[in-house]
């Protein structure tokens, strides 16, 4: 699945999005370092920790900076530095690859719950030896699918079509 999920699409074909795949005791020390142990008797959703397997997928967005530094995407001007880019494509590109592997998994049968690393990146580097220029873009938890428990979130209801399309000029009265 992993194969397959990063063959996203990728700017420049700069591939720059790994993963760092946890199973068994790595697990654990996912959770200890994320997730407190005095928070983890309340945490909502006990489920997710019993996960066999977590993915974290990382991007280094040096790649980037170097594969637009070269030759043929040099008049792009977004090889100096990572400041330079006005939308940072290695957070779109990780996306994708999240993407995929969600889809994958749910095709395969199997559970999947993507989350977000928030505060603790720098731990979690620290504690499964990550280097620096890695950005940790978000954790997959993978195992069988347990029943769905709604989040408070799920009741929000998407927005009708014609209030997101915008066909030929932006509306500005989302119709």
């Known amino acids: ?24 005791d790595a697990v654990a020390l996912y959770w200890d370092t994320t997730l407190p142990a005095t928070r983890r008797s309340s945490f909502r959703w006990q489920g997710l920790l019993d996960a066999p397997v977590l993915v974290v997928l990382t991007t280094r967005p040096g790649a980037y900076v170097e ?35 969600l889809l994958l998994t749910v095709e395969r049968g199997l559970g999947a719950c993507l989350f977000g690393i ?19 873009v978000c954790t997959v938890a993978l195992g069988h699918p347990l029943p769905d428990e709604p989040g408070r979130s799920a009741g929000r209801t998407r927005p009708p079509l014609e209030h997101v399309r915008h066909r030929n000029r932006w509306r500005h009265d989302g119709l």
């Open 118 to 136: 928030f505060h603790h990146e720098a731990a979690v580097k620290r504690a499964f030896g990550v280097p620096d220029e890695e950005r940790l």
């Open 1 to 24: 699945m992993l194969d397959l999920a990063r063959r996203a699409p990728s700017a420049g074909n700069s591939q720059a999005v790994s993963f760092l795949t946890l199973e068994d």
């Open 67 to 101: 594969r637009y530094a070269e030759p043929d995407k040099a008049r792009a001007g977004l090889g100096d530095h990572e400041d330079g880019w006005p939308v940072p494509f290695w957070w779109v590109d990780a996306g994708a690859v999240a993407q995929n592997l």
